[in-house]
């Protein structure tokens, strides 16, 4: 076990001083799984306010009492009163020993204290039997566990996906008879639990627990218009289990939070756009309908305004169409423009997903290899005499020119000679050569113009074969 030195510190202070201090919940559970813990919790029976005698420089930051110590939360034992709002203890209670605060703690494996001396494991609930079979199980009464705290139910679901977990039977039962709970519970915390389980690599699966166990027709109901809603001859699966599908390949893949959320959204129109039965069937603007009611439901979690806007984004565009040789660079300009440039890798992550999804094997990686190249190619500027340090204007001040075809040759011959030797592309420099040029009879100019055309011409191709290798294609 693997205890960090200012962690032990605090705990050998703690009982220095004569009061008991052990380590509590997620990280023990996280040490007997030989997992390294995120935080580190602590538990004593000192009061706030002796906790900070110990720990001048500490602060105490909530109304359970907790001191935080450089990072390490130390809370008094509590025990907890009722609960009349199935959220909030009506008053927290602080409590003299250890086995009173781990009998007001969720889940056996969340109930386990470990001491300072980093031997004694304090496990009334058989927290640790419970990590070997992988189980989550209520402590106690499941039913009025439940009842005290409704998100619990969400927990549960949450801490399986994260931990691989199964959800003991008395447990899911109680979560499945008392589902409609959730509804007491803060969207706040909702969406804390659910975030955690969509980053988890079982969000698929979670997701489909929290349907099994009837928590989603109260937290997305609208995820479950889908279940069982065929779709085309495109398809194999139906709009609800492509959602799941895709939102699995996502999480394997290790795809961020907005390409998760977008992969088991993007479908979510489908259902009330449809038209039509069978292979036949239509699905017209679901990308427009299923971006709306993204945002709807992500308003309604709560999430912060610039995930909703990037999830809805990505829903909105998923659908673009794309076939090698069929679609032109405008159309391609297009994308970047209404997706916006910085989506653009998000949007392909989801339209992977989306195909993985669908039950075609592959991610269209060639077809989408292209796109990436054409992507690119548009969002370079191609080569032009606008990269040059001076312009027309400056020649025609200069020569006492009047504009004409003239111009455009010096500009030519200029750029011909920057894309050579890009250090000349310097005013001073380009001045000289442009009263150079000006004494060249008007068949040297025209035969020097169309050399630098040339020129510039092979730089272009070039540049393309290397955007082109990039993406190995042809
Ligand atoms: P994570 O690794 O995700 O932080 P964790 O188990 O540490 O998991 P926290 O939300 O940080 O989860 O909670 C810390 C501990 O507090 C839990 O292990 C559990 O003992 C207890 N706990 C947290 N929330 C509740 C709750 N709603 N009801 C009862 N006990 C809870
Ligand atoms: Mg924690």
Known sequence: ??????????????????????????????????????????????????????????????????????????????????????????????????????????????????????????????????????????????????????????RAVRIASVLGFKIEPKTSSAIKKNSSWITSVSKERIRDELSKAIMSENAAPGIELLRELRLLEHIIPELLEGYKVGQNKHHLYDCYEHSIKSLDYSAKKGFNFHVRMASLMHDIGKPRTKQGKGEKATFYNHELVGARMTREIMQRLKFPKKDIEKVERLVRYHLFYYNVGEVSESSVRRLLRNAGPENIEELLQVRYADRVGSGCPKAEPYKLRHLKYLIDKVSKDPISVKMLKVNGQDIMEMLSLKPGPAIGKILDILLGEVLKDP????????????????????????????????????????????????????
Not at 72 to 80: D, G, K, L, S
Not at 442 to 464: N, S, T, Y
């Open 1 to 154: 076990m693997d205890i960090p030195d200012n962690v032990k510190k605090i705990l050998k202070k703690i009982k220095k001083e004569g009061w008991q201090a052990y380590l509590v919940g997620g990280c023990v559970r996280d040490l007997e799984m030989e997992k390294t813990p995120k935080d580190w919790d602590v538990a004593t029976d000192a009061v706030p306010e002796e906790i900070q005698k110990i720990f001048p420089e500490s602060f105490c930051n909530n109304e359970f009492g907790t001191v935080n110590v450089s990072g390490v939360e130390i809370t008094p034992f509590r025990t907890e009163e009722k609960y009349t709002d199935k959220r909030h203890p009506d008053k927290v209670k602080w409590s003299k020993n250890i086995e009173e605060d781990l009998a007001r703690r969720d889940f056996t494996i969340n109930a386990m204290a470990l001491g300072a001396d980093e031997k004694t494991i304090i496990d009334p609930y058989k927290g640790k039997e419970d990590i070997k079979r992988k189980i989550i199980r209520a402590v106690g009464s499941p039913e009025d566990r439940f009842e005290e705290d409704s998100l619990r139910m969400m």
């Open 423 to 474: 250090s000349k592309n310097d005013k001073d420099y380009l001045k000289k050569e442009i009263e150079r040029i000006n004494v060249l009879t008007e068949k040297e100019l025209d035969k020097k113009a169309e050399d630098a055309r040339k020129e510039i011409d092979q730089v272009q191709v070039k540049e393309d074969k290397m955007t082109k290798d990039k993406y190995w294609v042809t």
